[in-house]
């Protein structure tokens, strides 16, 4: 299954601060229908991202009734991406 979408990146500040987009509610309709079958537990689901010409696996976490796909740092530095950037992400879930 592949996804494609844009959004803008938020930073959580919690203990750990990160940084996320937020998967829009037409594609995380789309990976609850196949969540089951790939979550390894609390609902995460393992996928491989595209964003730009760089690319890395994470797994994405379930929030609100969506999906949120963390940014590695080392992706963000790559694509000199930055808070409240909007970006094009590809996700791939392995069936």
């Known amino acids: 299954m592949e996804l494609q979408f844009s959004g803008p990146v938020f930073c959580w500040r919690g203990p750990a601060p990160h940084h996320f987009v937020a998967v829009p509610e037409d594609e995380a309709e789309e990976l609850r229908e196949t969540a089951a079958a790939v979550t390894y537990g609390w609902g995460m689901v393992p996928v491989a991202v595209r964003m730009g010409a760089t690319t890395w696996t994470t797994s994405?976490?379930?929030?609100?009734?969506?999906?949120?796909?963390?940014?590695?740092?080392?992706?963000?530095?790559?694509?000199?991406?930055?808070?409240?950037d909007v970006v094009d992400l590809r996700l791939t879930v392995d069936l």
């Open 60 to 84: 994405l976490w379930p929030k609100d009734g969506t999906y949120l796909v963390p940014l590695k740092l080392a992706a963000r530095r790559a694509e000199q991406v930055a808070e409240g």
